[in-house]
């Protein structure tokens, strides 16, 4: 069985400094994809990073990056220069190599400071 | 349509009463995924369809909830028989086939149990 395991629930982060969300994962799937949303105060879900289990290179986009450590499996999320707007719930997710079901982590609310 | 559409976005019903809720994917999506998100807390898996077909429904609380997916495009899920505990936003998501592919949310149906 798959599983995701996210043991922060909440993080705080100075506004401009950089903050990591962690999530550990477990399947016995040969390959699969990890996944990382946002979700704001708003409720919307929003697509940030994916990062493939035989990618050679940890993931960026933009001010995202994946910190995958694969013997470890763990994925997790690196936001450089925190914004006020990136205060939200963060989730890891994750899909088997059959590219079928999308299972979720229990979340992260991060908190930015001024 | 551009996105994942659900309706209605809010459902109030009385207990007891059945509810259907509505879910569009983005046109061309194959898969489909249901899941229940309680407030302030992660997203429980409920159901992911491949086509008109569930390959994996393990996520279903309780027979009194049932979903079904016609012409591989709209969804419905159905709550006999509602309760109070099943009061939660319930999220659609869509994705191409694949492990690397994202999935895109529509913005929930909120339902309230009185």
């Known amino acids: 069985a798959q599983k995701i395991t996210q043991t922060q629930p909440g993080m705080f982060v100075q506004e401009k400094e950089a903050v990591t969300l962690d999530c550990t994962y477990d399947t016995s799937d040969p390959s699969y994809g990890l996944f990382w949303y946002k979700q704001p105060s708003s409720g919307e879900m929003i697509f940030l990073i994916y990062?493939?289990?035989?990618?050679?290179q940890n993931a960026t986009e933009g001010r995202y990056s994946l910190n995958f450590q694969k013997a470890r499996k763990s994925a997790n999320l690196v936001i450089s220069a925190s914004q006020l707007g990136d205060s939200a719930m963060y989730f890891c997710a994750m899909k088997g190599n059959q590219g079928g079901k999308l299972i979720f982590g229990q979340g992260t609310e991060l908190s930015v400071k001024p | 349509g551009a996105g994942v559409s659900q309706s209605p976005s809010n459902k109030v019903t009385e207990k007891g009463k059945d509810v259907e809720l509505r879910c569009d994917p983005i046109?061309?999506?194959?898969?489909l995924y249901w899941y229940r998100q309680s407030l302030g807390q992660g997203l429980e898996f409920l159901i992911y369809f491949q086509g008109n077909s569930a390959p994996d429904k393990s996520g279903l609380p309780s027979d009194r909830f049932s979903a079904e997916r016609t012409g591989g495009s709209v969804s419905t899920l159905t709550i006999q028989r509602t309760q109070q505990e099943d009061s939660a936003v319930y999220l659609c998501?869509?994705?191409?086939?694949?492990?690397?592919?994202?999935?895109?949310f529509g913005q929930g149906t909120r339902l309230t149990v009185v």
């Open positions: 998501a869509s994705s191409r086939d694949g492990m690397n592919t994202e999935a895109f």
């Open positions: 046109s061309g999506h194959t898969a």
């Open positions: 990062q493939g289990s035989y990618d050679q």
